[in-house]
């Protein structure tokens, strides 16, 4: 299974809100609850920012939020700041536990505060 | 704290093997699901396979089944990923990561990663 389509950039002023998306099928991320985020600043690793469509974990911002509507799910960063500045990965259950894939995530979006 | 610490990375030659570890501590290693997920120089990230609590679950991305076999020592708090008939495209940094208590596929601690390197 093909990584989820993501924009491959977006970009922001501090302050402003940026949406990135992530688009599946009727038989992965349409049909599960269960898409997260992560953020990965560059030589770390992955931070979970969203988890089931559109929960918070503990500790991360509330200027981070989640949604899905039918088969696209959105990430949305509102008050840009110049620590938002990193690749962003959806992820989704693959709706199949067998072939080609459990876990299927996005092709990862670069955010650029300007 | 939770803390995913992998080893065992490095240079291997087409059609070796590694065997990948990750020691976690500062949480209760038996109640969750782990997964091993690599991301390959300059790309994105992969998920690569993942392991039910007591090992009777195990999944796997088609790319690596066969060559590869997650498993877990729940007395020594500790993941492992075999890596057999090791190819180019397999070179990637390969991180060790917590699951949920359910077989929910989300990821919420991370190891700081490993790189494995695959070339003659």
């Known amino acids: 299974q093909s990584a989820l389509p993501q924009p491959a950039s977006v970009s922001g002023s501090p302050g402003q809100s940026i949406t990135i998306s992530c688009t599946g099928t009727?038989?992965?991320?349409?049909?599960?609850?269960?898409v997260s985020w992560y953020q990965q600043h560059p030589g770390k690793a992955p931070k979970l920012m969203i988890y089931?469509?559109?929960k918070r974990p503990s500790g991360v911002s509330n200027r981070f939020s989640g949604s899905k509507s039918g088969n696209t799910a959105s990430l949305t960063i509102s008050g840009l700041q110049a620590e938002d500045e990193a690749d962003y990965y959806c992820c989704s259950y693959a709706g199949s536990t067998t072939s080609p894939s459990f876990v299927v995530f996005g092709g990862g979006t670069k955010l650029t505060v300007l | 704290e939770v803390q995913l610490v992998e080893s065992g990375g490095g240079l291997v030659q087409p059609g070796g093997s590694l065997r990948l570890s990750c020691a976690a501590s500062?949480?209760?290693?038996?109640?969750?699901?782990m997964s091993w997920v690599r991301q390959a120089p300059g790309k994105g990230l992969e998920w690569v396979a993942n392991i039910k609590q007591d090992g009777s679950e195990r999944y796997y991305v088609d790319s690596v089944k066969g060559r590869f076999t997650i498993s877990r020592d729940n007395a020594k708090n500790s993941l492992y990923l075999q890596m057999n008939n090791l190819r180019a495209e397999d070179t990637a940094v390969f991180y060790c990561?917590?699951?949920?208590?359910?077989?929910?596929?989300?990821?919420?601690?991370w190891g700081q990663g490993i790189l494995v390197t695959v070339s003659a």
């Open positions: 990561a917590r699951g949920s208590s359910s077989w929910y596929p989300q990821f919420d601690y």
């Open positions: 500062g949480f209760i290693f038996s109640s969750y699901w």
């Open positions: 089931e469509v559109s």
């Open positions: 009727s038989s992965d991320l349409g049909s599960y609850n269960l």
